[in-house]
T-cell receptor, first 113, second 111 residues
Framework: ETGVTQTPRHLVMGMTNKKSLKCEQH?????MYWYKQSAKKPLELMFV???????ENNSVPSRFSPECPNSSHLFLHLHTLQPEDSALYLC????????????FGSGTRLTVV | GENVEQHPSTLSVQEGDSAVIKCTYSDSASNYFPWYKQELGKGPQLIID?????GEKKDQRIAVTLNKTAKHFSLHITETQPEDSAVYFC??????????FGAGTRLFVKA
């Protein structure tokens, strides 16, 4: 375990479902991130939260909705997804959003059917 | 937009040989260059990093070199072992969340 825990590890959902991904860190970090990892493509930054405030939305479709209730927890709410949204979703944290180097979770493997 | 190109996409070496992965970045403001290792079923893990005021950094069997003029940086793994088999990602950052990742190199170390 790296200190960043993601649940669930695997998720299969239909295009009309609503589900949520959860990320938790107890490293004392103040910045948390959602990344999308697709096969043979670079990691794509989705959202950045710094001290619970969203500081970056990297042109992500509104069917992805993040929530950060405190510096230790981060959620990604999913609704009416498309098959092309199938990917590994990684959560990461760092000391703050200007810090160098991330700690990643193991990811949630999402399949949209 | 800014990007990081990483080569090769796949690399196969014999156990005990060396492996070299190369990256080129475009953002001249980049001053931090981390390398991550991702094993099957896990997230990327930071294994070594280098800042722009340093040309080379070594940690046991792994080393990174940086040529800021040419905007190139490389990861060198010596005396490879089967447990080095993984996907390796380079990245370049001018600071904070503005980190651009390469597409990854899948390294196979054959016993």
């Amino acid at each position: 375990e790296t200190g960043v825990t993601q649940t669930p590890r695997h998720l299969v959902m239909g295009m009309t479902n609503k589900k949520s991904l959860k990320c938790e860190q107890h490293l004392g970090h103040n910045a948390m991130y959602w990344y999308k990892q697709s096969a043979k493509k670079p990691l794509e930054l989705m959202f950045v939260y710094n001290f619970k405030e969203q500081t970056e939305n990297n042109s992500v479709p509104s069917r992805f909705s993040p929530e950060c209730p405190n510096s230790s927890h981060l959620f990604l709410h999913l609704h009416t997804l498309q098959p092309e949204d199938s990917a590994l979703y990684l959560c990461a944290s760092s000391q703050d959003s200007q810090a160098y180097g991330y700690t990643f979770g193991s990811g949630t493997r999402l399949t949209v059917v | 937009g800014e990007n990081v190109e990483q080569h090769p996409s796949t690399l196969s070496v014999q156990e005990g040989d060396s492996a070299v992965i190369k990256c080129t970045y475009s953002d001249s403001a980049s001053n931090y260059f981390p390398w991550y290792k991702q094993e099957l079923g896990k997230g990327p893990q930071l294994i070594i990093d280098i800042r722009s005021n340093v040309g080379e950094k070594k940690d046991q069997r792994i080393a990174v070199t940086l040529n800021k003029t040419a905007k190139h940086f490389s990861l060198h793994i010596t005396e490879t072992q089967p447990e080095d088999s993984a996907v390796y990602f380079c990245a370049a950052s001018p600071g904070g969340f503005k980190t651009i990742f390469g597409a990854g190199t899948r390294l196979f170390v054959k016993a």
